[in-house]
Antibody
């Protein structure tokens, strides 16, 4: 059974770079037809798509975050990562990693990690 | 792309049906069949309940159904149960031939009376 697990620092300083990793187990990140995504949720608020990537290339990012976001894949370790630069308090959120392509549709996020709370503070 | 519009809350008694709307534009909900719905219990990760407008993943009860008309998608929960009390989010593809973009709804809290 596929499992996704986010990891990284829970506290980041204002203007620094937020870096998170998602480890995929129970499946390979190089399996075709799947995209790997990051989604976030500020405390008490709604979900926001950050971006998605395919293991062999092809990244798509939210136009609101595109200038600050990079998603990359580590095929040898079945991991993918998120980097968000120049963070502010507005970037405080629970960050989820997720897989697109479950049930044969790339238009939905079928598998999710448990989420990791990242707080941005001075 | 702005967030899709959902009612803040809906409620119903056990056994009743509730419907949650998700309103977008021709550039998202109205333009594609990639509309999905997610259930989120407090402190938990979202769970996919409906994808491609009206398809259910394996394991999701057939009490949950989806539909779309024009720029508005809907999720209906029939035979409401206590465990259905949660937040629900819609999501739509909003990209084009050059790039892929996904936009979520504002979220709806379902209360079982």
């Amino acid at each position: 059974q596929l499992q996704l697990q986010e990891s990284g620092p829970g506290l980041v300083k204002t203007s620094d770079t937020l870096s998170l990793t998602c480890t995929v187990s129970g499946g390979s990140i190089t399996t075709t037809s799947y995209y790997w995504s990051w989604i976030r949720q500020p405390p008490g608020k709604g979900l926001e798509w950050i971006g998605s990537t395919f293991y062999s290339g092809g990244d798509f990012y939210s136009p609101y975050l595109k200038s600050r976001v990079t998603i990359s894949v580590d095929k040898s370790n079945d991991q993918f990562s998120l980097k968000l630069t120049s963070v502010t308090a507005a970037d405080t959120a629970i960050y989820y990693c997720a897989r697109q392509g479950d049930s044969g549709s790339t238009g939905c996020f079928g598998s999710w990690g448990q989420g990791i709370l990242v707080t941005v503070s001075t | 792309q702005s967030a899709l519009t959902q009612p803040h809350s809906v409620s119903g008694s056990p056994g009743q049906s509730v419907t949650i709307s998700c309103t977008g534009t021709n550039s998202d909900v109205g333009g594609y069949t990639y509309v999905s719905w997610y259930q989120q219990h407090p402190g938990k990760a979202p769970k996919l309940m409906i994808y491609d407008v009206n398809k259910r993943p394996s394991g999701v009860p057939d009490r949950f159904s989806g539909s779309k008309s024009g720029n508005t998608a809907s999720l209906t929960i029939s035979g409401l149960q206590a465990d259905d009390e949660a937040d629900y989010y819609c999501c739509s593809y909003a990209g084009n031939f050059a790039f892929a973009v996904y936009v979520f709804g504002t979220g709806t809290k379902v209360t079982v009376l």
